[in-house]
C-alpha cells in the first residue's frame, strides 16, 4: 500500500516543481532576451532496508531554450539585438563576466554604458564603455560603437564585446549566462542590429497549455494519495475486526 502512496508523492512534488519552472517561464513571456527554461527528472534508487525497490524523482535542470526570440524594431539608438549564436558580454554585481542576449542599454550619469534592467556595466573588447555627455551615438553592425557630440565628427568609443559559446552556457541565480570553462573570448564575426530588440523565445500560450496539464497530473497525483490513504484506513478495520 504504501508504494502507491510513495510513487504518487513523488510525482507529486515533481509536478510542483515543473509548475514553479512553467510559473517563471510566463513571467518572462515579455522580458528582452530572455531564454525559456527547461526541466526533466530522473529515477533515483532509495538506499536502506525495505526499500530496495523504491525509487525517486529528482530535479535535473537540462538547460535552456536555445531557439532565438522574436525580433522588435524599436528605433532607439543603445537598442541592439545579437545575431545568430551571439551574446553580449556584461559584469555581473559579483564581479565575473556574464553573458545576455537582452540588448537594451543605457548610458550612467558619469556617460558608463550599462544594461537597462540591473545597471550593469556592458563589457566592451577594450574594457567598459564610456560615453560623452550629450552624444549622439550609434552602434554598427559589428559591434563599434561611435559618438558624434554636437559640432564634432563621430568618433568609436569602443566596441561590444560579443562572443560565440561553443557549448551550451549555464544559467545563474542571477537570470545571467555564464560559460563553464571561464570567460569566452571576442568573437569578430559575430553581428547585431541597432534600433531592435530580441523579444523572449517562452510561448505564452504553449506555456499555459503546460500549466493547465500540470495542475491535472497534480490532482490526479494527489487523488491517487487519498485513495490509498482510504484502502490502507479499511484494511486496517477489517483486519481489527478478524
Same mark, same amino acid.
Given at each position: 500500500m504504501d508504494r502507491r502512496i510513495y510513487l504518487s508523492m513523488s510525482g507529486a512534488k515533481a509536478t510542483m516543481q515543473r509548475q514553479d519552472v512553467l510559473a517563471n517561464n510566463l513571467a518572462n513571456v515579455s522580458t528582452a532576451g530572455f531564454r525559456e527554461e527547461l526541466q526533466a527528472f530522473r529515477a533515483v534508487p532509495v538506499r536502506g532496508d525495505g526499500a530496495t525497490t523504491r525509487a525517486y524523482a529528482l530535479e535535473t535542470t537540462t538547460g535552456y531554450n536555445p531557439a532565438p526570440g522574436q525580433v522588435m524594431a524599436t528605433g532607439r539608438a543603445l537598442d541592439v539585438a545579437a545575431q545568430g549564436n551571439a551574446w553580449f558580454a556584461v559584469q555581473a554585481l559579483d564581479g565575473t563576466e556574464a553573458y545576455t542576449r537582452a540588448g537594451g542599454f543605457e548610458t550612467t550619469a558619469d556617460g558608463t554604458l550599462v544594461t537597462r534592467s540591473g545597471g550593469l556595466p556592458v563589457i566592451g573588447e577594450g574594457g567598459p564603455i564610456s560615453i560623452p555627455a550629450n552624444a549622439e551615438v550609434t552602434i554598427g553592425d559589428d559591434g563599434t560603437v561611435a559618438a558624434k557630440v554636437p559640432g564634432g565628427a563621430s568618433t568609436a568609443v569602443g566596441r561590444l564585446?560579443?562572443?560565440?559559446?561553443?557549448?551550451?552556457?549555464?544559467?545563474?541565480?542571477?537570470?545571467?549566462?555564464?560559460?563553464?570553462?571561464?570567460?569566452?573570448?571576442?568573437?569578430?564575426? /559575430?553581428?547585431?542590429?541597432?534600433? /531592435?530588440?530580441?523579444?523572449?523565445?517562452?510561448?505564452?500560450?504553449?506555456?499555459?497549455? /503546460?500549466?493547465? /496539464?500540470?495542475?491535472?497530473?497534480?490532482?490526479?497525483?494527489?487523488?491517487?494519495?487519498?485513495?490509498?490513504?482510504k484502502d490502507e484506513q479499511q484494511a486496517q478495520q477489517l483486519l481489527s475486526m478478524n
Open positions: 564585446k560579443l562572443v560565440v559559446p561553443e557549448a551550451a552556457l549555464k544559467r545563474g541565480d542571477d537570470g545571467l549566462f555564464r560559460a563553464e570553462g571561464g570567460d569566452l573570448a571576442a568573437e569578430p564575426t /559575430a553581428r547585431v542590429t541597432q534600433g /531592435a530588440l530580441e523579444g523572449s523565445n517562452v510561448s505564452a500560450v504553449g506555456t499555459m497549455v /503546460a500549466m493547465i /496539464a500540470a495542475a491535472r497530473q497534480f490532482e490526479a497525483q494527489t487523488k491517487a494519495m487519498q485513495t490509498a490513504e
